[in-house]
């Protein structure tokens, strides 16, 4: 079974720099598709950024531009370089994984989460 561990979150000033880390572990058939979503108080949990197994990547509106997702297959590890942060920025971030199991079958992995604070 996949296990993802983030790290990297922290307090920031507006206009800093964050840099994200999100590590799998344990085994599988294949990992797809790799991303960050975040969450704020109150809202829903929407996609920040999304990679493909293939480097392939899609962002969130909000945040083109500014962040940048990344993927070392090797490490089987993804990052979101987060700049120019905004106090809008402030949520939960959740790295999340498409998995193929040993066994065929498809799932979607979360990881625990880390927290982002940016202050105005």
């Known amino acids: 079974q996949v296990q993802l561990v983030e790290s990297g979150g922290g307090l920031v000033q507006a206009g800093g720099s964050l840099r994200l880390s999100c590590a799998a572990s344990g085994i599988a058939f294949s990992i797809n598709v790799m991303g960050w979503y975040r969450q704020a108080p109150g809202k829903q949990r929407e996609l920040v950024a999304g990679i493909t197994s293939g480097g392939s990547t899609n962002y969130a509106d909000s945040v083109k531009g500014r962040f940048t997702i990344s993927r070392d297959n090797a490490k089987m590890t993804i990052y979101l370089q987060m700049n120019k942060l905004k106090p809008e920025d402030t949520a939960v971030y959740y790295c999340?994984?498409?998995?193929?199991?040993?066994?065929?079958?498809?799932?979607?992995?979360w990881g625990q989460g880390t927290q982002v604070t940016v202050s105005s």
């Open positions: 999340n994984a498409d998995v193929i199991a040993l066994n065929g079958r498809p799932s979607q992995i």
